[in-house]
């Protein structure tokens, strides 16, 4: 039907109404989509990394991906899908000082564009820019009040200068800090380990 209507392609996310943004994406819509329609096909749903973006395209047989949630606070999935596939290697995750640098870019255009509302808005994104880092929540919790841009950039840098001057620049591995959790409530080691 949509075909005929003129379509030139269809984007399915691979999610019932009901799922929202919980629960796994159901890929296997799309071959059963693909053998209905001549038109290409774009798989939409769990993309958050360039390992997901080649698994979509090998599994699913998809024309093309859309990357939604995957890119809030971390537009550095593009280029490092974009890498993935033309050099079959994984490129390294972006540093702090990359992240806070683009997070400032990013920021500074949401200001410009829509003003205060726009660095309110921004405040979804501060998460995945600073995910995995030590004590990132402190900042996060600053960022979530601030509402200026000199003072937003402002904590981003004194953040990274604090991490810097403690030799912590690095991401925290998890896998390193699970076992020193002793404590059997599945609800509060969650708690520490998003606040981590």
Same mark, same amino acid.
């Given at each position: 039907m949509i075909e005929q209507a003129g379509a030139a392609a269809i984007a399915i996310h691979c999610r019932t109404r009901d799922m929202g943004m919980t629960g796994k994406a159901d890929w296997s819509y799309i071959s059963k989509i693909k053998e209905? =329609?001549?038109?290409?096909? *774009?798989?939409?749903?769990? +993309?958050?990394?360039p390992q997901d973006a080649k698994r979509a395209f090998d599994e699913t047989n998809c024309d093309?991906?859309? =990357?939604?949630?995957?890119? *809030?606070?971390?537009?550095? +999935?593009f280029k490092r899908t974009q890498e993935y596939f033309n050099t079959g290697i994984v490129p390294n995750e972006p540093g702090l000082k990359e992240r806070i640098e683009v997070c400032v870019e990013h920021v500074k255009m949401a200001e410009k564009y829509k003003g205060s509302h726009g660095v309110v808005e921004f405040r979804k994104h501060y998460s995945g820019y600073l995910k995995g880092f030590f004590e990132a929540t402190n900042v996060r919790q600053k960022l979530m009040k601030a509402i200026e841009f000199s003072e937003i950039e402002g904590l981003l840098w004194d953040y990274y200068s604090y991490l810097e001057s403690i030799d912590r620049l690095e991401t925290v591995q998890k896998s390193n800090i699970?076992?020193?959790l002793n404590c059997n409530n599945e609800k509060y080691v969650k708690k520490q380990l998003i606040e981590m």
């Open positions: 209905l =329609i001549d038109i290409p096909v *774009i798989l939409n749903g769990d +993309i958050m990394t093309a991906i859309m =990357i939604g949630r995957g890119c *809030i606070g971390y537009p550095f +999935i699970i076992p020193e």
